[in-house]
């Protein structure tokens, strides 16, 4: 079944904004230890740009730091990625991540990706 569904990826310019947003199912939204968002260029590495916990604490790769915002809300089942100051490397498909911990067991699942391009 679907779990995670992304949605706000689409074309910006050098210095604009977008922001993504990651769907969870309900049923596993709350046992849920860790969201983060990846993005693949092509060529590259999978890379992690942001994660957030589930007691709030979030961290960045170095190269978004200050631009990128992550965040949750519950009530909605749902977290963000707001993308500021954007750049043209911040190109990639960008892909949402969620851990579960059950019994010492980890459970990923993953988004369908969103494509991001920033291009004057």
């Known amino acids: 079944q679907v779990q995670l569904v992304e949605s706000g990826g689409g074309l910006a310019q050098p210095g604009g904004s977008l922001r993504l947003s990651c769907a969870a199912s309900?049923?596993?939204?709350?046992?849920?230890?860790?969201m983060g968002w990846y993005r693949q260029a092509p060529g590259k590495q999978r890379e992690l740009v942001a994660a957030?916990?589930?007691?709030?604490?979030?961290n960045y790769a170095d190269s978004v730091k200050g631009r990128f915002t992550i965040s949750r809300d519950n009530a909605k089942n749902t977290v963000y990625l707001q993308m500021n100051s954007l750049k043209p490397e911040d190109t990639a498909v960008y892909y949402c991540n969620a851990v579960r911990l059950i019994m010492s067991k980890r459970y990923d699942y993953w988004g369908q990706g969103t494509q991001v391009t920033v291009s004057s």
């Open positions: 957030i916990t589930s007691g709030g604490g979030a």
């Open positions: 309900r049923s596993i939204f709350s046992s849920i230890n860790t």
